[in-house]
């Protein structure tokens, strides 16, 4: 089963606009992590929040942690054609011996911004 | 040049066929993953090694074989392929404190017909 829910599952914003997705979890975990995937291509790795802490910023990106809700949030500010893209959640279980650490994806939100 | 690489990127076969995918990385990792990825189910994962001797079924092991010949090789087997194996194969690798990203592979596209 997905521990990551993400939603919406698409997202279809102008230029210029911010974009919002939210990721919903269910277990304990090590730390959250955000992934960008250009249509067929691999995974790219945006952004990592430890379980102890409740928001981080890289650029335009910015991600909350709210682990009493076992929820994240991507915000992308000031968008653009070019980060049109699906963006997936991924936890990282705080399990024992070799559970330790693996990551469990979300399906992923599909991001279009329009020019 | 690429941290970590996979080939073949695009592969058909027929049903029945036996099938190896292989990875490649150079950014000196200890975990190596594999993952399938089918449209609107994510990525999940198959196998993972955290070092050369020590291999970990993921949630959909089966049906795949793996081998981790060196620290920087992990190879994904499909013994005898079926349609349903059609995805895209993700490899990718971490450091080992399994706190921290994962570096993925530029995927390969597999058609079992």
């Known amino acids: 089963s997905q521990q990551g829910e993400e939603d919406p599952q698409a997202l279809s914003i102008q230029e210029g606009e911010n974009a919002t997705m939210n990721c919903s979890y269910k277990t304990s975990i090590n730390n959250l992590q955000w992934y960008r995937q250009n249509s067929g291509r691999g995974l790219v790795h945006l952004i990592l929040i430890r379980s102890n802490e409740r928001e981080k910023h890289s650029g335009r990106l910015r991600v909350t942690l709210d682990t009493s809700k076992k929820s994240s949030s991507l915000l992308i500010t000031a968008s653009r054609a070019a980060d049109t893209a699906s963006y997936f959640c991924a936890t990282s279980s705080n399990a024992g011996g070799t559970s330790y650490g693996k990551l469990t994806f979300g399906q992923g939100t599909i991001l279009t911004v329009h020019p | 040049d690429a941290d970590v690489t996979q080939t073949p990127r695009n592969r058909i076969t027929k049903t029945g066929k036996r099938i190896m995918l292989e990875c490649s990385q150079t950014k000196g990792h200890d975990r190596m993953y594999w993952y399938r990825q089918d449209p609107g189910l994510g990525l999940r994962l198959i196998y993972y090694?955290?070092?050369?001797?020590?291999?970990n079924k993921g949630e959909i092991s089966d049906g795949y074989s793996v081998s981790r010949q060196a620290q920087a090789k992990f190879s994904l087997s499909l013994e005898s392929a079926i349609p349903n194996q059609t995805a895209l194969y993700f490899c990718?690798?971490?450091?080992?404190?399994?706190?921290?990203?994962?570096?993925f592979g530029p995927g390969t596209r597999l058609t079992v017909t």
């Open positions: 090694s955290f070092d050369v001797k020590d291999i």
């Open positions: 990718a690798t971490s450091d080992h404190s399994g706190r921290a990203a994962q570096y």
